[in-house]
């Protein structure tokens, strides 16, 4: 075991501070990393606030952070996925059970036997849970280490390694997008990527947006059209034309309103993770056969093609680099939708604490 710099919450009210946790020491089949950046996902605030109590409550201390690019220090002697030096990212996941259906079929995430990067009880017994992305370096299974593009600027591939997975996904799984008109709920962290992705496949792609000032961005970032869902008439306009919507939105909101843009057959799928159940009528999915989905991340092998994807088709996130220091008021800024599109932590600034 030995001692890695980070920064952690002790409740779910208290600020973030500068701390030591334990990591193990690099196992055979381990890899052990330098963090350089590491995104901050709206699932980090959720989990430090103690959102997901009722599905999964917070342990304190917590050390958030599943968007981690780094360079590999160390590796045991039974790994032969990476070499000390190379630069690779990890992901929400960090252990799986490899045996049962869904690690056969390379969706380690609905393995039931999963280990998340942070919040999930360390089957190591480091600590009584997992620690994230948050510090200075961290120790994970060579299975869950992803290789890194040599091509992107590394603060921007972080936030594919959670943002960029979980969209890519469900637009993957949904199928050709090609000509198909594509809807994207909520411009932040996930949705910006959703964009992103969408147009590389060929959609007709429009934001839903609360933030009428985001509108010259989502065109930018590679949006066709832009709706912002507070005006009613710009909601009726496009009512019942949209083949797909994937639903961002990390707060309470009408989802009906959504559903109700899609055509015959449309799918919407859920990848925001509201604290409160959303009420949903069944009459919106009645009229017109519509279908309501969720997604979560992706597997390994799903996250090595979307991060060879981004680097044969040079995307990234766009990101607003920030030192550790200023994580808590990052958090106050996730809040009110204020970040474009992405904080990413430069864990160089970790090294003075
Ligand atoms: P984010 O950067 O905060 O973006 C969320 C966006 O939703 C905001 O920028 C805002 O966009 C919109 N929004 C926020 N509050 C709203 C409200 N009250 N009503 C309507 N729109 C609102 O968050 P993120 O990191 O993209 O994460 C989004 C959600 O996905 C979170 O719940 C997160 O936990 C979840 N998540 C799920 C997975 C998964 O595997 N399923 C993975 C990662 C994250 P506008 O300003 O454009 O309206
Ligand atoms: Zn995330």
Redesign the pocket.
Known sequence: MFKAKAYSVASATASFVADTIPRREAGPRDVQIEILYCGI???D??TVRDEWASVMPTVYPCVPGHEIVGRVTKVGPDVTKVKPGELVGVG?LVGSDHGCPNCRADME?FCPGATFTYNSPDVHGTAPVTYGGYSESIVVDEHFVLRVPENLDLSGVAPLL??GI?TYSPIRRWGDIAGKKVGV???????HMAVKFARAFGAHVV?????AG?KEDALRLGAHEVIV?TDPEQMKAQAGTFNFILD??????DINAYINMLGLEGNIT?????EKPLPLSAFALLFGRRSIS????GGIKETQEMLDFCGKHNITADVEVIPIQKVNEAYER??K?D?K??FSIDMASLKGE
Request: hydrophobic fraction near 40%.
């Open positions: 996902c709206h699932s605030l959720h929400c995430q959670c943002a979980t709920v909520g411009l932040g962290g996930l949705g934001v839903f947006t609360t933030s985001k869902s961002t939105i990390a707060a309470e909101h859920l990848v925001g993770a509201p969720g997604s979560l991340i996730l809040v939708s970040v599109y992405r």
